[in-house]
Every structure is written in structure tokens, then in C-alpha cells.
């Protein structure tokens, strides 16, 4: 690793061991804000050993259902460990994204099966994250957001964006 990952590292190490306090009722400081990092460079930069650590620290900080890696395609998905969008928020390809679109149900099986894939996340990591459009974070914010709300959890969650291109957030 170069200073670069064992920085980014640093941050989100930080960040999980104070989720995880936080979680645990160790620490007399305010809830938590949904706190965002971005994780970008240029091809064999150690971006996916980065993930991987995340992946194992927020596994074993948290549990196995604590963590959502998605990607924006199958093949990047699979890169991470983790799956596409699409199936992470029970919305098909052929979906229209109008906002009407996004709302389920929480009582249907789908909608519960929905609810229950969201209701212990700690961490979410989106790579590729350029790949997905603003229609989809919408619907993707609002289904999860939704979700978590009728199982009573916290909304709030690290979220970990990523980019395999390197591309400078806009």
C-alpha cells in the first residue's frame, strides 16, 4: 500500500469504529450523520484491496448482513463481492424511473424481503459509481431509506462510493 490507501483507510477505519461504538452504546457523542466517503484513482491504485479490507472490517465489526457492495453492472458487482443496484433495491432493468415508480409495498413478500435485505446495513459501497445514473440514486435513496423506515432502523449508514475509472467527482 502507498500513503494514499493507508490514509483512505485510515478514514474509514475511523469511521466504522465509531459506527460500531455508536452502535453499541459505547460513546456519549451525538448519532452518527451519514457519513460519505469517496474512494477514486487511476487503475492499480489498490482501490479493490481497499474494498476488500472495508468488506472484512465492517463484516466482522458488524455482522454478515451489515454491509451492501453494489455496482452499477454485473461484472463490477462481481469484482467487489457484491451485486448490481438493480437487485440491491428489488428494482428490474425494464422499471420506469419516475417517482411513483420507486414506491413498494412493505407488506407484500417482495416488500418485506426488501425491508429485511436493509434493515441491519451499516455500510454501503457503490463502485463505479459515474456508471449510475441520478434517476437511479434517487430511486436507490428513496427504496432504502424507505425500507429502513418501516423496520424502525436508523436511516443514517456509511456509504462508500467508489470509481473504477478514476474520474474526478463532479
Known amino acids: 500500500f502507498g500513503n494514499k490507501q493507508i490514509r483512505f483507510l485510515a478514514v474509514a477505519l ?3 469504529e465509531f459506527l460500531k461504538k455508536e452502535r453499541g452504546g459505547l460513546t456519549d457523542l ?9 474512494l477514486h ?20 465489526s458488524f455482522g454478515q448482513d451489515s454491509h451492501m457492495f453494489m455496482a452499477s453492472s454485473n461484472s463490477a458487482a462481481a469484482g467487489i463481492g457484491g451485486d448490481t443496484v438493480h437487485s440491491c433495491t428489488n428494482m428490474n432493468q425494464h422499471q420506469k424511473f419516475t417517482p411513483s415508480s420507486f414506491d413498494f409495498d412493505p407488506t407484500t413478500p417482495a416488500g418485506r424481503a ?3 435485505k436493509w434493515a441491519d446495513v451499516a455500510v454501503l459501497v457503490i463502485d ?24 424502525g432502523a436508523d436511516k443514517n449508514f456509511y456509504a462508500l462510493p467508489g470509481e473504477a475509472f478514476g474520474r ?3
Open 30 to 38: 451525538p448519532p452518527v450523520q451519514q457519513r460519505v466517503v469517496l
Open 168 to 170: 474526478v467527482p463532479v
Open 114 to 116: 426488501l425491508v429485511d
Open 41 to 60: 484513482g487511476p487503475g492499480g491504485a489498490g482501490k479493490s484491496e481497499v474494498l476488500s479490507i472495508v468488506h472484512e472490517v465492517s463484516e466482522r
Open 14 to 16: 475511523d469511521q466504522l
Open 128 to 151: 463505479e459509481i459515474s456508471m449510475v445514473s441520478p434517476s437511479m440514486l434517487a430511486g436507490l435513496s428513496y427504496r432504502v431509506c424507505c425500507a429502513r423506515e418501516a423496520q
